[in-house]
Structure formats: C-alpha cells, structure tokens
C-alpha cells in the first residue's frame, strides 16, 4: 500500500513558477514508477510527466515538454514537478499517482494522490 499526498500548489501569475511535491508512505515507494496528471474544470484528467522507478527515464506531453521537469528523490520517497513557465491552460488540479510502469495511460497507474490546485492567472 502506497499513501501519496501532493503539496506546492498554489496562485501564480503567468509565466512564473511553481514546484510540487508528492510524498509517499511505504518501503516500496522506489519500486513504484510515478507520474503527475492535472484536470482542469469541466475537462478530462489529462498526463503531464512520467518517471521511471530509477529516475533514469522521464517522459512529458508535448504540452509540457520544455518547461516542466519531473524528478524524484527515493531517499526521500518524494516525487517532484517543477513547473516554468506556466500559463493560464495549465490551471488544474494536479495529482501524482505510482504505478508499474512510467506511462501517459492513467490506467496503469495504481496509487492516487487527492491533489493539489494549482491556478494560473493571466
């Protein structure tokens, strides 16, 4: 059994930056790949990031892709997402979530966070 609880979000002016953070209980947090999905309001829950178990593949949308940055500390059985650059589309809950294997389909993935909001503001 995994516990994942996300921090970091927040109200944040266009362009700027924000890092969330997503503990988790349990031995076997290293065992687990994780990644981060975001629903905004009236959307489908949608993939942003993926790690690997190891740290040593990461996987982004292309929505994404150049300005956030997935990592994960397993001494610290934390998962991190630094955001840059962020614009106003980027406003959603955001959820961390461990699974088998680092992919964008939700389904494999086994443990959910309950999220944290983050909000853009233009």
């Known amino acids: 059994q995994v516990q994942l609880v996300e921090s970091g979000g927040g109200l944040v002016q266009a362009g700027g930056s924000l890092r969330l953070s997503c503990a988790a209980s349990?031995?076997?947090?290293?065992?687990?790949?994780m990644g981060w999905f975001r629903q905004a309001p009236g959307k489908e829950r949608e993939f942003v990031a993926a790690i690997s178990w190891s740290g040593g593949s990461t996987y982004y949308s292309d929505s994404v892709k150049g300005r956030f940055t997935i990592s994960r500390g397993n001494a610290k059985n934390t998962v991190y997402l630094q955001m840059n650059s962020l614009k106003p589309e980027g406003t959603a809950v955001y959820y961390c979530a461990a699974g088998s294997i680092a992919t964008m389909t939700d389904e494999h993935y086994i443990y959910w966070g309950q999220g944290t909001q983050v909000t853009v503001s233009s």
């Open positions: 349990g031995r076997t947090f290293r065992s687990y790949a």
